[in-house]
């Protein structure tokens, strides 16, 4: 479904402040499955979902996705093909717009947007029905505008958006980090909830280690821009919080050896 | 009587512009001041076409059409070429000076006796009420003033009316989102580049209308008639806001109409009581800056932080 070969791409270049977020990433995604992928801050997870979702065009590398090529596609016309919900639940909806029409936005996803009513009754209809099985209570609140509710209930509603045109490729951008644990429970259980029913492709980025060993049936961890693992089936299955936490120690480890083997060799030779 | 009845008229003309500019300002958020261009530009192509006898409703959807390139270059400018929203409406809006000098031929163009919508107007309150004054609840009211009246009243209400439909459509809810969440509508596959040149082409075909309007309503059209248009705009959505809250969609568009009117009035009200006329525009400025900080300092006197830009219009 996801085809992402050698991907590059440096932040300022040339400058004091130039990152190299991605190093040569591959990474093919079958249809289906639920890739979860973690990371130190700054390993390039974000930079990873931005690329594929086109935030930004990659330096090097192609993405391909459902078999068509996109690198050069700008953001909106690969939003055809992808899903997203955010890190921060202001970002996925429009605060001022009313829960009905963020939703009437969110429908004609990748469709041509003509001069047709944007809230049509069968849409209503629709809406009210899988709002109601959501539980928040907010299928009588249509009309409310967005901006009045907390952010959880933005963040479910905002996956609800992303999924209602079912998308070939559903990106989560660590989307329950802002969010108290309380309503993170229940945007993670949502989130099970819809990608089990719909057996949606998805790319998830998480910070909570808890998530990465429960949920999805892939893991990947990132680390300087590069796949350091890449865990699936069965390994997957066993990986619990501790292994995870045990394989960052060991990057952490290896970095700082590193770093005093360069500080002896600096001082024995320069 | 004769005072109200020009400073409605007036007001409900200049409802046009406060249309665009609640597109471009508070729709988009994109502080566009092109309309102090684009305004004298709508007058100047109804104007030079009027003298040369072409129909007036012809006259004035040209100078619609005129307006809309003027907005659109403006656009463009700022999506394709990267150029500051704000400063992308001050060269179109220094550029049309002198196409408009071009376009009128001289910084002047005299309407009174050519056939404009406002005779239309008077033409069709003769046939109905012949000539004369017309006496409304006790007020002498010349026939030709109450018929310019109703026209534009008319004319606004149906513009006012379309423009709230446009924005419940696909597209117009489409063109509000790119305004408030640009992130958000462009992962859900709209163009937003496309919305906000769109959206500016729009609001400045508005103003170009307003501008036509009122070069046929005032009997000229002239090179200065633009200067300070987009602050007596801004003012008039401000007012809108002040009288009915910007909750909801169909109240602003209400709003910026009577806010349009009420300014007039306050206007003719004030030149009245002897304001000086030349001050206006001063006048006009310093209340545009109150109605902007006065939200702040007054949450700020009830101890309580600010929240972010209270009107909702500010620089992108």
Same mark, same amino acid.
């Given at each position: 479904m996801l085809e992402a070969r050698n991907l590059a791409k440096t932040f300022n270049?040339?400058? &004091? *402040?130039?990152?190299? &977020? !991605? *190093?040569g990433v591959d990474l093919a995604v079958e249809e289906g499955s639920w890739v979860v992928v973690v990371g130190t801050n700054g390993s390039g997870k974000s930079s990873l979902l931005n690329a594929i979702a086109g935030a930004f065009f990659v330096d090097g590398g192609t993405i391909s996705l459902a078999g068509q090529d996109v690198t050069k596609s700008p953001e909106h016309e690969r939003a055809k093909f992808i899903g997203r919900v955010f890190q921060n639940p202001f970002t996925g909806t429009a605060a001022n717009m009313s829960i009905a029409e963020n939703f009437a936005l969110a429908a004609r996803r990748g469709m041509r947007r003509g001069l047709a009513w944007a809230l049509g009754s069968d849409l209503k209809q629709a809406l009210r029905e899988r709002v109601r099985r959501l539980n928040l209570g907010l299928e009588d609140r249509l +009309?409310?505008?967005? +901006?009045? !509710?907390?952010g959880g209930q933005r963040q479910a509603l905002t996956l609800l958006m992303a999924t209602w045109v079912r998308p070939k490729l559903l990106l989560l951008d660590e989307h329950t980090a802002a969010l108290d644990p309380k309503s993170a429970d229940q945007v993670i259980r949502l989130t099970e909830d819809i990608l089990s029913r719909d057996k949606l492709t998805t790319l998830m980025v998480t910070h909570s280690m808890q998530q990465a060993a429960s949920l999805g049936d892939r893991l990947v961890m990132m680390h300087r821009g590069q796949i350091i693992h890449d865990l699936r089936g069965a390994e997957k299955r066993r990986a619990r919080v501790d292994d995870l936490l045990a394989r960052f120690e060991e990057v952490r480890r290896r970095e700082q050896l590193d770093e005093t083997a360069a500080e002896m060799l600096r001082r024995a030779y320069v | 009587m004769t005072l109200l009845i020009g400073a409605l008229s007036l007001g409900l003309i200049l409802s046009f512009l406060a249309l665009g500019v609640l597109i471009s300002f508070?729709? =988009?958020r994109f502080p566009d001041i092109t309309a102090d261009g684009s305004l004298p530009l709508g007058a100047a192509i109804a104007a030079v076409l009027l003298v040369q006898g072409v129909e007036p409703t012809l006259a004035t959807a040209a100078a619609f059409c005129g307006g809309l390139i003027a907005g659109a270059i403006t656009g463009v400018l700022h999506t394709r070429f990267k150029i500051h929203g704000l400063l992308a409406g001050i060269l179109v809006m220094t550029a049309l000076y002198s196409v408009n000098l071009d376009i009128m031929g001289r910084s002047n163009v005299p309407l009174i006796s050519e056939v404009t919508l406002a005779s239309y107007a008077e033409r069709t309150g003769a046939a109905v009420l012949g000539h004369g004054n017309l006496n409304l609840w006790g007020w002498e009211v010349s026939i030709r003033d109450a018929f310019v009246f109703g026209g534009v009243l008319i004319a606004i209400s149906v513009a006012g009316v379309c423009l709230y439909l446009f924005f419940r459509t696909n597209l117009g809810t489409a063109m509000r989102a790119a305004g408030e969440n640009d992130q958000m509508i462009r992962a859900l596959g709209v163009n937003v580049e496309h919305m906000i040149t769109f959206g500016l082409a729009f609001s400045n075909g508005l103003i170009g209308l307003a501008g036509a309007l009122l070069a046929q309503y005032q009997g000229f059209a002239d090179i200065q008639m633009g200067i300070g248009m987009i602050v007596l705009g801004l003012a008039s959505v401000i007012i809108g806001d002040a009288l009915?809250?910007? +909750?909801?969609l169909g109240l602003s568009v209400a709003g910026a109409v009577m806010g349009s009117v009420l300014f007039r009035l306050l206007v003719a009200i004030a030149l009245r009581w +002897? =304001?000086?006329? *030349?001050d206006l525009k001063l006048v006009t400025a310093v209340f545009v800056f109150l109605a902007l900080v006065a939200p702040n300092f007054l949450s700020r006197l009830g101890k309580r932080p600010a929240l972010g830009e209270a009107s909702g219009i500010g620089a992108r």
């Open positions: 270049p040339q400058t &004091a *402040n130039e990152v190299r &977020a !991605l *190093n +009309g409310n505008t967005i +901006g009045s !509710l907390s | 508070k729709i =988009l009915v809250g910007s +909750g909801s +002897g =304001l000086d006329p *030349n």
